[in-house]
């Protein structure tokens, strides 16, 4: 069965550098200078060793539908577009459609002004420009009515070679202030790029730009002009976006990912360095504690999107709080408490405030529920290209009441790294969890945690129950390219859930282990590439237990009805079924061959529900085609009679068995002769 691939795309967030500050928890910018600082310690913008308080003032997700124009930010105010029959919305895009050779459109916030500024946006080319000089895509910062103003752009020539440039714009003509220089880099059709820069001060403005492949590691600062010229903007302006195609170049599109931006203030007091400072006793909603630090990087890419449904958005009248952390501690990453104007007891619909708030809360930080608190979610919570995030639940629930649609996820990531969650329940609104209506067709894509093209995940103590879908799912970003990988699934719990307990579509070093799966609709564990660029290496489903739901479908599957993939090194150990059987069927797409299983340690306490196996006209428990190199050993498995077959294996290589018991059985194994 296909797994659906709903169409987004990621945000990049910039990762953060922590210090102590006299009380208040400043967040320094990394502002490396042209040679770079002689200790550790990066400068801030100014150029001092002044730290900044950073305050989330710019967001947007671009979680709407628009037929002209941007709409309005999810934070920021309402976008003025130039030519606004050019810009659209649909749900995580935003569109610049067919900028003519020679044209350019722009896309400015309004009505807020702002004067140091950070400013940082995700986007992708559908397609790289075929000739000329290219598409250029850029932010402005300190726009003046007349126009004028700082403008850092990136522009994409017709191979994918990137050179970043930072200018003064006065009167319509820019004056380059450092640049063009060419990134090592090179973008691809779809790839998604970050692009992000500042200006800070006055009498000199510091100003620097830097920009990246979505995935790779943030850089250091590629860019820096000091202005201290007649001609500088002095004069807090609109930030914005602009796109522009070379006179020499065929029309072309771009997409708009994400945007963020943040006020850069000097906080009022020196900074402290003491170690002994006490930590706070209670934290304020949305302000940070202390926990471990947390490695960064960001990540990877779009296509360009079709439409989706409203389910992401809710209808509830809760504020949306951005988080400013306001209490000191002296180590370097904060913990940030979901603010109690979030409805913490399932009153009301917090979908879009609770995806607001952690959409303001920096990477490399952890996000605490209330504890026991119930959030009533009836949309999906889908943060893109985050790093370093800990949620932690604290005995939560999030729960869904209503069906709502197939796009909807409960709690979606798209790209980014080091994740972590745990302490948390999941609830959906599969009514027939449980039993043989759980599953239900026009549903099955809503995911508990969904996983698209993240780097590094570990979930434990969580408990998904009654979601139509998958209780876990891996698979690939939007791009169709970028796997989910190195992600830890243990001690959680799924059940009474419409399919799987963990689907794995694209993924490499995926662990589930000390898990239950308890009655899910259909498989307990599925490996399923869908074709193309996708498929599943390195995965151990290990030391779990599973219980049979209202269909009698195989405990665990890797199969390519779907358009297969690579699939290698997958390994079922230790695991324990009840009141099921082992059955298990391994068989690749048509053409392809899959390589290094292990099948090993497996017990069931029940003879009932084997595969017919068309091949030998026989009942089997584990059924395997088109493998090489497959270990069957020392599971046991009850018979239901003496014309069973434990492990049958036809047109493949390298099959070994050893020690299983059949007791009450036929045939322990059969492996069909064929040619390797």
């Not at 309402?78 to 050019?86: D, V």
């Not at 077959?645 to 068995?657: E, R, V």
Request: proline residues 7%.
């Amino acid at each position: 069965m296909g797994k659906h691939a709903i169409p987004r795309r990621p945000r990049t967030l910039r990762p953060w550098i922590l210090v102590a500050h006299g009380g208040v928890l400043a967040l320094a910018v990394a502002a490396i200078a042209a040679t770079g600082p002689a200790s550790g310690t990066d400068p801030s913008p100014d150029g001092t060793s002044t730290a900044y308080v950073l305050t989330s003032d710019v967001a947007d997700s671009l979680q709407r539908t628009t037929s002209s124009g941007f709409g309005t930010a999810d934070l920021g105010g309402s976008y003025s577009t130039s030519p606004s029959k050019k810009f659209s919305v649909t749900p995580g895009v935003g569109h610049v459609s067919s900028l003519a050779a020679g044209s350019s459109g722009s896309a400015t916030l309004q009505p807020a002004t702002h004067l140091d500024e950070q400013l940082q946006s995700t986007f992708a080319l559908p397609a790289l420009p075929s000739a000329g000089a290219g598409v250029t895509y850029g932010l402005d910062l300190r726009r003046q009515p007349n126009g004028d103003r700082y403008a850092i752009t990136l522009r994409v020539a017709p191979k994918g070679a990137l050179a970043l440039t930072l200018a003064r714009v006065r009167r319509g003509v820019a004056t380059v202030l450092a640049g063009p220089t060419t990134l090592a880099a090179a973008a691809t059709a779809g790839g998604s790029l970050v692009v992000e820069g500042y200006a800070a001060g006055s009498s000199p403005v510091q100003l620097q730009a830097r920009a990246w492949l979505s995935g790779a590691a943030v850089p250091a600062w590629q860019l820096t002009s000091s202005d201290s010229t007649s001609a500088q903007i002095g004069s807090a302006g609109q930030v914005g976006l602009t796109a522009s195609v070379a006179s020499d170049t065929p029309a072309s599109s771009v997409s708009v990912l994400g945007v963020r931006g943040w006020a850069l203030t000097p906080p009022a007091a020196s900074p402290t360095t003491s170690s002994s400072a006490p930590a706070p006793t209670s934290s304020p909603a949305g302000s940070p504690t202390t926990t471990a630090p947390a490695s960064s990087t960001t990540s990877p890419t779009p296509t360009a999107p079709a439409s989706s449904t409203s389910s992401t958005s809710s209808t509830s009248s809760t504020p949306t709080p951005t988080p400013t952390p306001t209490t000191s501690t002296t180590a370097s990453t904060p913990t940030y408490a979901v603010p109690t104007s979030v409805a913490s007891n399932c009153s009301t619909d917090v979908t879009s405030a609770l995806t607001s708030f952690v959409n303001g809360v920096p990477d490399n930080s952890t996000i605490a529920f209330a504890s026991g608190g119930c959030y009533l979610v009836q949309g999906t919570l889908e943060f893109r290209s985050r790093n370093g995030l800990t949620f932690e639940g604290n005995g939560a629930t999030l729960k869904a009441t209503t069906a709502a649609d197939d796009t909807r996820s409960h709690l979606r990531f798209l790209y980014g790294s080091h994740l972590t969650i745990r302490n948390l329940t999941i609830i959906g609104a599969d009514s027939g969890g449980g039993t043989s209506s759980a599953y239900v067709s026009s549903l099955q894509h809503q995911m508990g945690i969904d996983l698209r093209g993240v780097q590094g995940v570990e979930i434990s103590t969580v408990s998904v129950q009654q979601v139509y879908g998958d209780c876990f799912y891996v698979g690939v970003g939007y791009d169709n390219t970028t796997w989910t990988k190195s992600v830890n699934v243990h001690d959680s719990t799924c059940s009474r859930n419409g399919r799987s307990g963990m689907s794995v579509t694209a993924g490499n070093g995926i662990l589930f282990d000390h898990n239950s799966v308890l009655q899910p609709g259909l498989w307990g564990v599925d490996v399923e590439p869908n074709g193309g660029a996708t498929g599943a290496v390195n995965v151990t489903v290990s030391n779990s237990t599973f219980t049979p739901g209202g269909h009698l479908e195989p405990f665990f599957q890797a199969v390519g009805n779907s358009g297969g993939g690579l699939v290698n090194g997958i390994s079922v150990t230790g695991n324990t079924v009840k009141g099921m059987t082992l059955t298990t069927q391994i068989y690749p797409a048509s053409g392809q061959r899959w390589s290094n299983f292990t099948f090993a340690n497996n017990t069931s306490d029940t003879a009932a529900y084997l595969i017919y196996n068309q091949d030998c006209g026989c009942v089997v428990v584990v059924n395997v085609r088109g493998i090489d190199t497959i270990t069957v050993a020392n599971n046991y498995q009850p018979g239901p009679g003496t014309d069973e077959t434990f492990f049958y294996a036809s047109a493949t290589c390298g099959a070994t068995q050893s020690g299983n018991k059949f007791p009450g059985g036929g045939t322990i194994a059969t492996i069909a002769p064929y040619t390797c």
